[in-house]
């Protein structure tokens, strides 16, 4: 099979589709900023169709009544085509995101373990019993809940649409994925890939377009039973507006202002090669991004000469070159609000150590060089606000209890990392760090096995793991009287 991917069209009813309306729109290679294809822009009816599509097939389709291990057979066989077209999915990853091909490689094998992952938790859907006070026997059972409409962003479109997708189809839910407008076209070939593995007909539909429209839309459809949203902190919120009229359950990963935390017991060298990734990985468009780092006063300038110095010799270049290390923002746009934060930053009063601007003798693309602030303090937009950018904050700290007061200052809470060797004070700030996810000598924040998720405005609901299931499942309590 032959991943169309020129003129790919959306999926619906298990059919290839273009909008009602014959609308097309332009998708951008962020580092040529050339056109690389045209996608059907769907309107009204192209959601109401598709969303329709997704009932019939959960209310009458083989879909909801195929047996566990079946519905298993056709995630395993999805997890395997994603595998086989790893490259071209991982090099359409590259060329419409700007992110360096080693990191869309690593991200697409990553999707097709997910798809593993969920394949295996379908005959894991346990419920309960529960020794009720009434005689008799009571248990509960998890159900699918309808129509899942999950909306996803442009910073890693085929991973997350694949947190969302998996664990949906898993509890036997009908989906319409609806991708960013920068970065359709991975989402539009997963559901080619799901029409080969054998997905009947409307349980996995994409509609392509845009949020405020296409996105606000399919929230408000009244057949759509759950929404699950990543992106804008402000987006969620309009999103759970939508969805209130009709008591909609919604699951959101929002925004973030991640801290690095980092004490004088550790090997700077060692923290600043293990945090470049989560500083600048994906051009600091993460929602996970490190882009506070408090670090204790003894080591504070040792580590932002080093984080400086390693900045300055990143390898900021062409995607598609794999010694690429950070590759184009995703839109002229993007890098213009990320250039605003390094003005803020500056008339503020930090001192700006490295980069921010446009590297010398690029002609084409969104490319920034990565930027390192210092002498930053709490008060500060930069230290507060989500630049979604190759920006970091260096903030310096003395003690425990501030430092606390300091991380916790924040409307966001997704993810963080805690380096030093005293384990004991490791846990200490652990406990009390409010983030929902956190690693200890180390950066990564997903694991695929395991919650993932933000307190505060961050979002709500866990993804990932066996937790991910709650979010796709009702719970029925069922009680056969044995008095
Ligand atoms: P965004 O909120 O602009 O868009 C996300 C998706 O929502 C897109 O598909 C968009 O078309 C759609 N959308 C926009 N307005 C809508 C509306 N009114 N109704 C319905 N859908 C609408 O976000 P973005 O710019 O694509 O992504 C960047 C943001 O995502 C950052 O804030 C980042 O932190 C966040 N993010 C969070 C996580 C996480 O897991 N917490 C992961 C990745 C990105």
Not at 24 to 41: K, Q
Not at 45 to 51: L, Q
Not at 119 to 140: M, Q, R, S, W, Y
Not at 241 to 268: C, M, N, Y
Request: with cysteine; aromatic share 6%.
């Amino acid at each position: 099979m032959v991943l169309e991917t020129k003129a790919p069209r959306m999926w619906i009813d298990g059919q290839p589709a273009s909008a009602v309306s014959g609308k097309e729109f332009a998708v951008v290679n962020p580092a040529t900023e050339e056109e690389l294809a045209r996608v059907p822009e769907a309107g009204a009816e192209d959601v109401d169709r598709a969303v329709r599509a997704a009932h019939r097939a959960f209310e009458e389709g083989p879909w909801t009544r195929l047996r566990p291990r079946e519905r298993a057979r056709c995630l395993f066989r999805l997890a395997d085509l994603i595998r086989e077209h790893r490259e071209p999915l991982a090099l359409l990853e590259a060329q419409n995101v700007g992110k360096p091909i080693r990191d869309a490689r690593d991200e697409v094998g990553m999707v097709a373990d997910c798809f593993e992952y969920y394949a295996g938790a379908v005959t894991k859907l346990f419920g309960e019993t529960i020794p009720t006070n009434a005689p008799g026997l009571d248990f509960t059972l998890r159900e699918p809940i309808g129509v899942c409409a999950l909306i996803v962003p442009w910073n890693f479109p085929l991973v997350i649409a694949s947190w969302k997708v998996a664990p949906a189809l898993a509890a036997g839910n009908a989906v319409v994925l609806k991708p960013a407008s920068y970065t359709p076209l991975t989402a539009l070939a997963l559901g080619q890939l799901a029409q080969e593995a054998g997905l009947p007909p409307g349980v996995v539909n994409v509609v392509a377009g845009p949020g405020g429209t296409v996105g606000a839309e399919l929230v408000r459809h009244p057949l759509v039973a759950k929404v699950a949203f990543t992106g804008e902190t402000a987006t969620g919120r309009a999103i759970m507006g939508l969805a209130a009229e009709g008591i909609k359950r919604v699951s959101l990963e929002l925004g973030g202002k991640s801290p690095l935390i980092v004490f004088e017991d550790t090997d700077i060298d060692q923290v600043v090669e293990s945090s470049l990734g989560v500083v600048y990985g994906n051009a600091g468009q993460d929602c996970c991004a490190r882009s506070r780092a408090f670090v204790q006063r003894e080591v504070y300038d040792a580590f932002c000469e080093a984080f400086a110095a390693r900045s300055r010799r990143l390898r900021v270049g062409d995607p598609l070159d794999p010694e690429t290390e950070m590759g184009p923002l995703i839109s002229g746009a993007q890098r213009e609000r990320v250039r605003g934060y390094v003005a803020v930053g500056q008339e503020e009063g930090a001192r700006l150590l490295a980069g921010g601007g446009v590297p010398a003798g690029v002609g084409r693309g969104f490319y920034l060089d990565p930027a390192v602030f210092t002498d930053v303090t709490p008060a500060m937009r930069i230290a507060r606000e989500e630049i979604f950018g190759p920006v970091l904050a260096v903030l310096p700290f003395t003690d425990e209890e501030p430092l606390i007061r300091a991380v916790n200052d924040s409307i966001y809470g997704l993810s963080g990392s805690i380096w030093t060797r005293d384990l004991g004070r490791a846990l200490r700030v652990a406990r009390r760090v409010q983030t929902g996810v956190l690693s200890i000598n180390g950066s990564t924040s997903v694991h695929l096995e395991a919650p993932f998720g933000g307190y505060k405005q961050s979002g709500l609901g866990r993804e990932l793991g066996m937790h991910a299931l709650q979010l796709y499942t009702e719970v029925k309590n069922v009680h056969i009287a044995l008095g």
